[in-house]
């Protein structure tokens, strides 16, 4: 026997994992439960409070023994059809957060620059961090995306620029000459991705004009999601277009079996069933628009909604009443809405827009709440 003693497990070396990984604040998804773990009606993770079309729900037996198609054939060529792409030119991912991903690992790497806006969507930091890169954030101007300060910071290092359109957690939407100017500046060896997570919210006559950039330019990519409008946030469903060498590159590197074969199935019959997209958007835009009337009522006591676009509303609370506060109360009335300290707004609250009955509840609670602030 020598005496040479093993070293403990806590002595021995462990593996490191690398430096910018470390880096990363995971993402913090919104939750559904209370501080004392009771269930609350969900407004915190922008989900479809119509649920999933019945169409989608009756599409879902599908033999779970056999791998999926790896290309997702069938749903791409609808996504096709319905926007007039070449299926070519589609790309799926396991939802647009795997794209967006991608996207970041296929254009840059440690020494790059990946740029967004701060108030911007949480992924991109992950993003940018994971691939190595350096993340670059750009200020807003009044919590929305500011073309001229993110083109400010562009430099010969900027490899990937992302925008989400409207934007998540500010609602905010840059129009069609916006979107136009920015991509118009950028260096034409920049990708600039841009996500329209909430695209299918957006009034026709509002488009920003990303889908038809992405077909005539070889530097854009735009991500698109099932999460959101079509109410499959479980399945774990998105879809890119760009550039054919763009998609090449991201097939090269993504999941080769990346949507389930229930999920490819759901989606079809999801996209299909027209009138409950029609109907999603049509309850969003009728109760965001009473909703943020009710929450302009109360400027009077500091509260603000920002202009939104998308499903949901950020409100900043610039009185007595402060956005944790609100919170606490909304969540002893049985709601939880999302507070994003860890994203430099401790000042506001991303509220979803949910059933009618639950936005008038809501919109009740923070006046009864505002007027007794002191
Ligand atoms: C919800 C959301 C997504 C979608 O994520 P999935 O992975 O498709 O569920 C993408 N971008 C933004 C800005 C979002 O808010």
Not at 45 to 68: C, D, F, M, R, W
Not at 206 to 231: M, P, Y
Request: hydrophobic content about 45%; overall charge negative.
């Amino acid at each position: 026997m020598s005496d040479i003693e093993t070293p403990s497990p806590a002595m021995a070396k462990a593996p490191t994992a690398k430096p910018w990984i470390q880096a990363i604040h995971a993402y913090v998804p919104g939750k559904s439960k209370g501080k004392d773990g009771r269930p609350l009606i969900k407004l915190s993770a922008n989900e479809n409070p119509l649920g999933t079309s019945p169409a989608a729900l009756a599409a879902k037996a599908q033999a779970p023994a056999v791998y999926p198609d790896p290309d997702s054939t069938a749903l791409r060529e609808a996504i096709g059809a319905r926007h007039g792409i070449d299926p070519a030119r589609v790309v799926m991912g396991t939802g647009s957060d795997e794209l967006l991903n991608l996207a970041a690992q296929g254009y840059a790497g440690p020494g790059d620059e990946v740029m967004y806006v701060r108030y911007g969507f949480s992924v991109y930091d992950i993003a940018a961090r994971r691939c190595g890169a350096t993340p670059i954030i750009a200020p807003d101007a009044d919590y929305g995306t500011d073309v001229d300060a993110l083109l400010a910071l562009v430099s010969d290092k900027t490899r990937v620029v992302f925008v989400a359109n409207p934007n998540n957690p500010t609602g905010s939407y840059m129009p069609k000459g916006e979107i136009a100017r920015l991509h118009a500046a950028l260096p034409t060896d920049v990708l600039l991705v841009i996500d329209q997570a909430y695209g299918e919210y957006v009034a026709p006559q509002d488009d920003d004009g990303a889908l038809a950039l992405a077909e005539a330019h070889r530097n854009v990519l735009v991500t698109r999601t099932f999460s959101k409008i079509f109410g499959l946030a479980g399945e774990r469903i998105g879809w890119a277009t760009g550039a054919p060498d763009i998609i090449a590159t991201l097939n090269r590197i993504r999941g080769p079996f990346n949507v389930s074969g229930t999920g490819q199935a759901m989606a079809q019959a999801a996209m299909a069933d027209v009138d409950f997209v029609e109907a999603s958007r049509i309850h969003n835009l009728d109760e965001r628009t009473r909703f943020v009337e009710r929450i302009t009522a109360l400027s009077n006591h500091g509260l603000r909604p920002l202009p939104s676009q998308a499903n949901f509303v950020l409100i900043l609370f610039e009185g007595l009443l402060t956005a944790e506060a609100a919170f606490d109360g909304l969540a002893d009335r049985g709601y939880i809405v999302r507070w994003l300290p860890g994203q430099g707004l401790p000042q506001a609250l991303r509220i979803t827009i949910g059933k009618a009955e639950d936005m008038y509840v809501i919109a009740s609670a923070l006046r009864e709440m505002a007027e007794a602030a002191k």
